[in-house]
């Protein structure tokens, strides 16, 4: 394994494990972030995209829903393969860039302003999609929202989005580094149990050992009675 300090997990009944821990990733921010994006992306959509004859519309909630999507079934699948869960997080990374510059892009057709900097209206959406991210703390607000304020609601949270999988997805790569895939993982898992079948047997074999001599103590304890 050259130097790759695998952490191994176990069973209740202390059997080891080639699992690693499974990730609840709904409980992960930007994983509820993402969600808010695609249930976002269909109400701008429906509402200030043509129904029909443009692509745009589906690329963007395509976009979103890969985003979410490939986060969920990333981190189920991490649990056997890491290499998998990098690959489908890079994806979904993509995935937010790509909705990310659509949003962009119907702010600059339509000569709406794109917020940020030291502007108090990007400043206060900024500090919301900060300390919210599931969607009932944002849908009492859409219904009230034009297009331009909702595009920048959906650009602050896809840049949120991207900063914290970037961050997580450098997270897993040093994990990875550090501890190997599924195959160090099931070397680890063999010689762990191997030397807790050792561990088991010797003392076993230190409680016969003990056994046999209080056997032979009792023994000559009655050999001496009845001498």
Request: proline share 1%.
């Amino acid at each position: 394994m050259d130097n790759k300090q695998v952490n191994v997990n176990h069973y209740k009944d202390g059997t080891t494990s080639v699992l690693r821990k499974a990730v609840v990733f709904t409980e992960l921010r930007f994983y509820q972030r993402s969600d808010v994006l695609y249930q976002i992306t269909q109400i701008f959509c429906q509402r200030y995209l043509p129904q029909y004859g443009d692509r745009t519309v589906d690329q963007m909630v395509q976009a979103a829903r890969s985003t979410k999507q490939n986060i969920a079934e990333g981190s189920s699948d991490g649990q056997t393969s890491m290499e998998v869960e990098m690959k489908l997080l890079g994806i979904a990374r993509g995935s937010n860039k790509e909705l990310l510059e659509d949003y962009q892009d119907y702010l600059k057709r339509k000569g709406k302003v794109e917020w940020f900097g030291k502007n108090q209206r990007f400043e206060r959406m900024h500090d919301f999609c900060k300390y919210h991210s599931k969607y009932e703390d944002y849908q009492p607000l859409l219904s009230k929202m034009n297009d331009e304020e909702l595009a920048n609601m959906a650009i602050c949270l896809c840049h949120q989005v991207d900063k914290a999988l970037t961050s997580y997805i450098e997270r897993k790569d040093r994990e990875f580094t550090t501890e190997g895939g599924i195959r160090e993982r099931m070397t680890a898992a063999r010689l762990e149990q191997r030397e807790t079948q050792k561990q088991i047997i010797a003392r076993q074999q230190k409680e016969i050992e003990t056994l046999r001599a209080e056997v032979k103590r009792l023994r000559a304890l009655l050999d001496g009675d009845a001498g």
